[in-house]
């Protein structure tokens, strides 16, 4: 499965000019797959596109519609690079790393494509708490 996952990041990237990069994570920040990034970029691409979808929920929260004012794409534009940042499925974002001159309507149409061609990959199952006994007698 991995493997699939990678060769559908690769060639999101590579079937829009101008992207340069794609992660999927988990909602908590966390890198699962990468195409065209080293882990240490992965890792660093995956918890600040984390934290902003965050600020964007906390937009539609306080500006929106409320609870109900789900974020759809987070966009930011630098002078050189644009990152997108979308709700894969259940669990999981899609972030990519394009230049300024990627056509945004076309990595945004191929992005929401990957999303709801795969959505049963893409999921990232909820964080089981995990309790440990403590003084249960075992050493």
Not at 4 to 23: C, K, M, N, T
Not at 49 to 72: H, I, P, W, Y
Not at 129 to 139: E, L
Request: aromatic share 4%.
């Amino acid at each position: 499965m991995a493997d699939d996952l990678i060769w559908l990041l690769r060639r999101l990237v590579e079937a829009v000019p101008g992207a340069q990069s794609a992660v999927l994570l988990s909602v908590d920040g966390i890198a699962k797959y990468s195409h065209g990034l080293s882990q240490e970029g992965a890792d660093t691409l995956a918890a600040l596109s984390c934290g902003m979808l965050s600020l964007a929920q906390q937009v539609g929260k306080n500006f929106g519609k409320g609870e109900t004012d789900g974020v759809r794409q987070v966009a930011t534009e630098l002078d050189h690079t644009i990152l997108f940042v979308t709700s894969a499925s259940l669990g999981s974002l899609l972030a990519v790393v394009a230049t300024r001159e990627v056509d945004a309507r076309v990595l945004s149409f191929e992005m929401a494509k990957l999303c709801h061609q795969v959505p049963a990959f893409l999921a990232t199952p909820t964080r089981q708490q995990h309790n440990s006994s403590v003084g249960n007698g075992s050493h």
